[in-house]
């Protein structure tokens, strides 16, 4: 009930700045009703809600790649599952970037969209909870560390939610990337899919992050089960990387000096490291996708799967 509330006055506050914010009235003398947010219909067809798009659909699962028109006719098209990722910016050891989190989604969540096949993904949020401010505790003792306030992230998290209602999205799932983002994200699905009685149905899918599961798949493949180095890293987020970005693991640097470790396990034969990097990213795809289904089936976050990975990675 307390989430429930607290989502009812989020989004009360997001309707009033919205309202401040808003350049033209939404009705009224002068106001067309096929008038976007970008302009009035009078001064270019191209304003008009009904304009054809005057150029192909783009190559793309990402809204922030697609212009409005885009995700209009994607989301007529049957494309009504939106996809909302949390990543983070925390220490990683001294081979990957801060950022490990997001450049993790921005392979996974394309996969996840692409195989589901009626997915688009919002634009990977990249500031979460990471520890304390004042004094430093948690994450945020590194520095590089950003970290947000629990009752910013899940406030963000109500807005980004409630845009995505507002464009017609059926389904809006929350997956996060690291430990810290799974309860607020879990609280925020619970009190939207409530408050707007399944429509949209949002669920937060847990089983996105259930790393034990990824170790465990890819232990028949060589890889060891991580934490031998004592690092915030081990072998599946490094391959899981690397097939996003070598720069962000390091890949040239760690090669030349020798270090292309972790764990004990080599990534020296890029061929190979990459190829199991594309089967972790199938193998969350598929699990995540499954995961997906059934929530949207269950009409909300399924209960939290058991042996998740905790605050490691």
Known sequence: MRHHVLATLLLAATAGTA?????QPASGPGRDARDM??????????????????????????????TWMDVRDAVRAGKTTAIVATG??????PWLVTGKHNYVLHTNC?????????????????????????????????????????????????????SLKASGFKHVILIGDSGGNQRGQRAVADSL???WKGS???????????????AEQMKGKGLPPGGADGLHDDPVITLNMLVDDPKSV?????????????DGFSIADRKKAL????????FRADVTIDAIRKAIANGGTLPAPPQQRGPGL
């Open 37 to 66: 947010g970008g302009g009035r219909c009078a001064a270019n067809p191209y304003n008009c809600a009904d304009a054809a798009n005057p150029l192909p659909a783009p190559n793309t699962v990402w809204m922030e790649e697609m």
């Open 200 to 214: 949209p149905i949002v669920a937060h899918v847990q089983e996105y992050y259930d790393y034990n599961k990824v």
């Open 88 to 93: 983070g910016m925390e220490p990683n050891g």
């Open 19 to 23: 309202a401040a914010q808003q350049a």
């Open 275 to 282: 190829e199991l990097g594309r089967e972790i990213v199938g």
């Open 110 to 162: 394309e996969a996840i969209a692409r195989k589901l096949g009626n997915a688009l993904c919002a634009p990977i949020v990249k500031f979460v909870p990471e520890g304390g401010h004042e004094p430093p505790t948690g994450h945020m003792l590194s520095p590089g560390t950003i970290s947000m306030r629990e009752g910013t992230f899940r406030a963000l998290l109500t807005d980004i939610v409630a």
């Open 250 to 262: 390091r890949y040239d640097e760690r090669v030349k000096a020798g270090k292309a470790t972790i």
């Open 193 to 195: 899919t409530a408050l």
